[in-house]
């Protein structure tokens, strides 16, 4: 359909309206800019502060989405093509954390962290899951598992099960058609919504507030060092870390598009 078809007025006005929002984007980041100034933003990003906190964002957002992969995978493939006991309130109780507050999950995560398996690997193996980067990273693979989760389902959803069935029709076991059929085809898919999964990660900072606390060099990925930068009236850290935030999620949001664009999943 274009703006100049019969009705040509109705699209005009949701391409303006695009372009609105657009516009006030836009402005956001450029009044923004404008404020901390050229000379500014060559001083903030030329600190090592700034890469130190940046890298422990990439880091541990890798990490993290790594094992939301690890879980998120075959629980998504469950989800879109099992059927067992149960199914709808299993995938309820999955899709909690997708819906409830990140700070609820933090608050939670106090609890769970003083029982099994987590006290016996802290007295085991002296590893302490709280205030350091371990629990910077059971906070972001709490937030984003159900994420990733939701996400692999919508993109085996959209794989016809016929070519499973052909596979299986073939004499190849359930493992096999998943490994060599399903999971080739859900590519573009799978790495799409990883990335998501991976910008997510790095964007968590309610329930690190909570859980982790601000430990500087230690804890405070981006969104988190940005909170306590404005706390403290630093405000051209607080400006100069917001546009790193942006070109990372700009940079994010073009690699799902060019990478997994023919998926459909977003």
Same mark, same amino acid.
């Given at each position: 359909?274009?703006?100049?078809?019969?009705?040509?007025?109705?699209?005009?006005l949701?391409?303006? +309206?695009?372009?609105? &929002?657009?516009?006030?984007?836009? =402005?956001?980041? $450029?009044?923004?800019?404008?404020?901390?100034?050229? @000379?500014?933003?060559?001083?903030?990003?030329?600190k090592?502060? #700034?890469?130190?906190?940046?890298?422990?964002t990439? /880091?541990?957002?890798?990490?993290?989405?790594? *094992?939301s992969?690890?879980? %998120?995978i075959?629980?998504?493939?469950?989800l879109?093509?099992?059927?067992?006991?149960?199914? @709808?309130?299993?995938?309820?109780i999955?899709? =909690?954390?997708?819906?409830?507050?990140?700070a609820?999950?933090?608050? *939670?995560?106090?609890?769970?962290?003083?029982?099994?398996?987590?006290?016996?690997i802290?007295?085991h193996?002296?590893?302490?899951?709280g205030?350091? &980067?371990?629990?910077?990273? =059971?906070?972001?693979?709490?937030?984003?598992?159900?994420?990733?989760?939701?996400?692999?389902?919508?993109?085996?959803?959209?794989?016809?099960?016929?070519f499973?069935?052909?596979?299986?029709?073939l %004499?190849?076991?359930?493992?096999? +058609?998943?490994?060599?059929?399903?999971?080739? #085809?859900?590519?573009?898919?799978?790495?799409?919504? #990883?990335?998501?999964? /991976?910008?997510?990660?790095?964007?968590?900072?309610?329930?690190?507030? =909570?859980?982790?606390?601000?430990?500087?060099?230690?804890?405070?990925?981006?969104?988190f060092?940005i909170?306590l930068?404005?706390?403290?009236?630093?405000?051209g850290?607080v400006?100069?870390?917001?546009?790193?935030?942006?070109?990372?999620?700009?940079? $994010?949001?073009?690699?799902?598009?060019?990478?997994?664009?023919?998926?459909?999943?977003?």
């Amino acid at each position: 359909m274009t703006l100049t078809s019969r009705g040509g007025w109705w699209p005009a006005l949701c391409t303006t +309206t695009v372009g609105a &929002v657009l516009a006030v984007y836009v =402005l956001l980041v $450029a009044s923004n800019w404008i404020y901390l100034g050229w @000379h500014d933003t060559l001083y903030f990003f030329s600190k090592s502060r #700034m890469w130190e906190r940046f890298w422990l964002t990439v /880091w541990t957002a890798t990490v993290s989405t790594s *094992f939301s992969l690890i879980i %998120g995978i075959p629980a998504g493939y469950a989800l879109s093509r099992f059927r067992f006991p149960c199914r @709808h309130l299993f995938a309820t109780i999955i899709d =909690l954390p997708i819906v409830v507050s990140p700070a609820v999950v933090g608050a *939670f995560l106090f609890g769970i962290t003083t029982r099994f398996p987590f006290d016996w690997i802290s007295e085991h193996y002296t590893i302490y899951i709280g205030r350091n &980067v371990y629990g910077v990273l =059971l906070v972001q693979f709490t937030v984003t598992a159900a994420f990733c989760a939701r996400l692999m389902k919508a993109t085996f959803d959209m794989i016809p099960v016929k070519f499973e069935m052909v596979s299986n029709s073939l %004499g190849a076991s359930p493992a096999r +058609t998943f490994f060599k059929v399903i999971l080739p #085809m859900a590519k573009n898919g799978i790495i799409a919504s #990883m990335i998501v999964v /991976w910008a997510r990660a790095a964007a968590e900072w309610e329930g690190l507030m =909570l859980f982790v606390g601000a430990t500087e060099g230690k804890t405070d990925i981006m969104p988190f060092a940005i909170y306590l930068d404005w706390n403290g009236g630093m405000m051209g850290w607080v400006t100069s870390m917001s546009i790193v935030c942006i070109l990372m999620a700009v940079s $994010a949001i073009s690699a799902m598009k060019w990478i997994g664009g023919r998926s459909n999943v977003w």
